[in-house]
């Protein structure tokens, strides 16, 4: 991919940034970061800068409505048709289970209906694991995950014919700033290797990919167990 406006939405994400990196090609191009104000998203900016890309920034709020993120990405967006859309929003903090499920779930899925629209070649979702096997340990975000999962499956159905992709992708553990208080579990992976399977699931034109690709299985395994046979870790 080396032409048209590139957009990451989650701009201090460590998981994004190795994903925008590994997809963007070659400067010169217009790269704009979204998300909220940080110290993190100012310095990957500059990164970008000095790399050779032209950097924007913009806000984003997982509480903006549908009239608010169309306007957020056609003023973001202007002068350059958009072609990448990279959405690694999500939080484990979240301060109520309200303001859990706003910021993994309905604001995400507004998000993508918004840039689904907009009729980019690729929009790449950061979901979790987490939203096929939803854990109590982390309910707000689980559910959140679990709500964006399935508007990004259903979108990519839809958005199919008018020549936009959605893939959606679904990393176990990973090794961020985030969950560097979290004891690793098994199949633990890290931003770079999640950034190396999406841009094998991107060339192939996959809808869905695991990270690792054992993921899948554990899951599925996983969800056949009665959950009080699990370690409470797992339920």
Known sequence: MTSGAVLLVGGSSEIGMAVLHALIGPAPRRVILAGRPSGELWWNAEKLRDAGYAVATTQYDAALGSAELDDMLKQACAGDPLQLAVVAVGSMSSATFGE??????????????????????????LSSAAAVRPRQSIAAYSLGKQLADSTAVLLARQAAETGVRVLVVRPGFVSTRMTAELAKPPLATTPELVAKRVVRAVENQQTVVWVPRAMGLVVRALNLLPRRLLPVAYR
């Open 100 to 125: 859990g499920l706003m910021v993994n779930g309905l604001g995400v899925a507004l998000l993508l209906r918004a840039l689904v629209q907009r009729k980019p070649e690729q929009i790449v979702f």
